[in-house]
């Protein structure tokens, strides 16, 4: 039984790794202010497909980490009942 949950577990925190630094990298193109005219109105549709791109990761971060610590505890959890019971 520990073999499948390690198996889902590891797939699920390296798919949370992944989006985490994809976020990461989309992050560091974010502007926190910008001050445009009509000739860099290209940067206001750029900056507004990094957020639209930003929150349509972010529930898939939040399900990912809360599925990864979900399985750590309970694989921990299964770990020391059968420790204390054996």
């Given at each position: 039984?520990?073999?499948?949950l390690l198996i889902l577990w590891a797939g699920l925190t390296v798919v949370?790794?992944?989006?985490?630094?994809?976020?990461?990298?989309?992050?560091?193109?974010?502007?926190?202010?910008?001050?445009?005219?009509?000739?860099?109105?290209?940067?206001?549709?750029?900056?507004?497909?990094?957020?639209?791109?930003?929150?349509?990761?972010?529930?898939?971060?939040?399900?990912?980490?809360?599925?990864?610590?979900?399985?750590?505890?309970?694989?921990?959890?299964?770990?020391?009942?059968?420790?204390?019971?054996?």
């Amino acid at each position: 039984m520990m073999a499948p949950l390690l198996i889902l577990w590891a797939g699920l925190t390296v798919v949370l790794i992944v989006l985490l630094i994809y976020r990461s990298t989309l992050s560091m193109h974010e502007d926190d202010q910008l001050f445009l005219g009509n000739s860099e109105a290209h940067m206001a549709k750029e900056q507004q497909d990094l957020i639209v791109k930003m929150n349509r990761i972010e529930p898939w971060v939040k399900v990912c980490g809360a599925g990864s610590a979900l399985l750590f505890f309970l694989i921990a959890g299964i770990m020391l009942y059968s420790r204390f019971n054996i």
